[in-house]
């Protein structure tokens, strides 16, 4: 399987940064880009731009009117297989968020560090905190 590449374009929207932004990060920590024809990244730096860019303090829900709340765009940054059962841990934004599925799942969906996925959220149950801000 060949290694999946990203338009800095597509890379910055995921960081929820500018692509002028993701150039720099990506040259302070000395990770390449390439032009064919148009700029990219390799989706497994983003994820690891991702994992260690997140920030510390949570932030407020974006508004907006949108009908899927549950659904939340992101890039996996982890995936630990076992036996039966397989972590997935995803950055989407600033949230890090992990999933236990089966490993029978993750290798259906060829889940790897820089796959882009769609995670979405279904809860009989939500706790609320609220934070000073």
Request: glycine share 14%; with cysteine; hydrophobic share 45%.
């Given at each position: 399987m060949s290694a999946r590449s990203l338009k800095i374009s597509e890379a910055a929207a995921l960081l929820g940064v500018s692509p002028d932004t993701v150039r720099r990060r990506a040259a302070a920590v000395g990770l390449t880009l390439t032009k064919d024809p148009v700029q990219t990244i390799a989706a497994a730096d983003v994820a690891r731009l991702a994992t260690e860019e997140a920030p510390d303090t949570?932030?407020?829900?974006?508004?907006?009117?949108?009908?899927?709340?549950?659904?939340?765009?992101?890039?996996?940054?982890?995936?630990?297989?076992?036996?039966?059962?397989?972590?997935?841990?995803?950055?989407?934004?600033?949230?890090?968020?992990?999933?236990?599925?089966?490993?029978?799942?993750?290798?259906?969906?060829?889940?790897?560090?820089?796959?882009?996925?769609?995670?979405?959220?279904?809860?009989?149950?939500?706790?609320?905190?609220?934070?000073?801000?």
């Open positions: 949570p932030f407020p829900a974006p508004t907006g009117q949108i009908s899927a709340r549950n659904r939340f765009g992101g890039i996996v940054t982890r995936v630990v297989r076992d036996g039966v059962m397989a972590q997935v841990d995803i950055q989407a934004g600033p949230f890090r968020m992990v999933s236990l599925i089966s490993r029978e799942a993750a290798d259906e969906l060829g889940l790897e560090p820089g796959s882009l996925v769609c995670a979405t959220v279904k809860a009989t149950n939500l706790g609320i905190e609220g934070w000073a801000g």
